[in-house]
């Protein structure tokens, strides 16, 4: 019996295991309809990865909860990234744009700076006014993302091609040394920087849903190591759909980075909503900018070593467009994170240059 309900509670990810074997089967079948048909199929892919990505986030929530922050917003935003690094490598080999990784990296951090912390803290100002979180954590948050940004982003448009494979290697120790500096802080003498100490009378609001399980952090482990292995098999068959279905229609290369974007986001949209409804503004910030930063320290790495590898280079440097969004973002997110409290008008800003972002890409800029 324990084990019928432990498969009807994960029920999305039996469904996923069912729908990859059924993708391997019909794959040729599928490509032979055309364009429409693999469109479709891809579609279909992308919604089984969310639905699979949500589930693996749940049991990241239930670890968070058990363990608090500033642990709690790492495991989060790390199983995230872990999705999307498996997404890009798997379609990294096969016929995929040289810049893909680079429109990722990009649209991760415009969706989780502008579209989740932005419509979080509208819509939590909306309700609750100003919300307070512990300004550290914005500021260092922000100063690494700049940094990152800058060393594996904007310094590649002046490095010589013959040298890229001399600065690769440099980019990937510096991600690991500030990534490593960066766990260090958070998890040892200044992990006070990503908590926030509320009330008392407010720390009884907090969804009950959080205390409400009695899954046990073996079980969750377990369950999140299945659910990251079958989003990657069902990625590798969406790859192949979506990169058959949108040949030859002239559509920006920027919507499949977007699309990557988004799946790996999906779960921690709804995690910083639900946070910054209830008030818990620490917890959105920590989201939203913690996996800006966990996307670009860790994905480049990871990229930069499978392109050294195999020795085919792919473009990093952005566009002039993307760079100056990234620059307003940051300065926007600088000084909105300054004080220890959002409000809606903050919220909103980051929201209409969320939107500027989807029009640009839209427009093929």
Same mark, same amino acid.
């Given at each position: ?73 790492? %495991?989060? !935003?790390?199983?995230?990234?872990? +999705?999307?690094?498996? =997404? *890009? /490598?798997?379609? #990294? &080999? ?126 969750? %482990?377990? !369950?999140?190591?299945?659910?990251? +292995?079958?989003?990657? =098999? *069902? /990625?590798?068959? #969406? &790859? ?126």
């Amino acid at each position: 019996m324990k084990i019928v309900s432990r498969l009807r509670d994960e029920r999305l990810l039996v469904f996923a295991m069912i729908v990859a074997p059924v993708a391997y089967a019909l794959e040729h079948t599928v490509l032979g309809m055309g364009r429409g048909a693999s469109l479709i199929a891809a579609a279909a892919l992308v919604a089984t990865i969310v639905v699979a990505s949500v589930r693996v986030a749940h049991h990241a929530e239930i670890l968070a909860t058990k363990v608090g922050d500033p642990y709690g917003t790492m %495991i989060l !935003t790390l199983s995230a990234v872990a +999705v999307e690094v498996i =997404i *890009l /490598a798997i379609m #990294m &080999s096969g016929e995929s744009s040289p810049t893909l990784v680079r429109d990722t990296i990009y649209s991760a951090l415009m969706l989780d700076i502008n579209g989740i912390l932005g419509l979080a803290a509208l819509l939590g100002g909306l309700k609750h006014g100003e919300q307070p979180y512990n300004d550290n954590s914005g500021k260092t948050y922000g100063v690494m993302i700049l940094t990152a940004m800058g060393i594996s982003m904007i310094v590649p448009e002046f490095v010589p091609a013959e040298k890229w494979h001399y600065y690769s290697a440099f980019t990937i120790l510096a991600m690991i040394a500030l990534y490593g500096l960066f766990l260090r802080m958070q998890v040892g003498q200044h992990s006070y920087f990503f908590s926030y100490a509320y009330p008392r009378s407010e720390r009884k609001m907090a969804d009950p849903e959080e205390h409400a399980t009695d899954e046990s952090a073996a079980a969750s %482990i377990a !369950t999140i190591l299945i659910g990251v +292995v079958i989003i990657g =098999i *069902l /990625a590798e068959f #969406m &790859s192949t759909f979506m990169t058959e279905g949108l040949r030859g229609t002239g559509a920006p290369v920027a919507i499949t980075a977007i699309v990557v974007a988004a799946i790996s986001a999906a779960p921690e949209i709804l995690t910083a909503l639900r946070a910054a409804l209830r008030n818990r503004m620490q917890a959105t910030v920590n989201i939203a900018m913690g996996a800006s930063l966990s996307t670009v320290i860790l994905t480049v790495p990871v990229m930069e070593a499978i392109a050294l590898y195999t020795g085919q280079p792919f473009i990093m440097a952005m566009t002039p467009v993307q760079t100056v969004m990234v620059a307003i973002t940051l300065i926007a997110a600088a000084i909105n994170l300054n004080d220890g409290e959002t409000n809606a008008i903050e919220g909103m800003t980051h929201f209409i240059l969320f939107a500027t972002f989807l029009m640009l890409s839209a427009l093929g800029l």
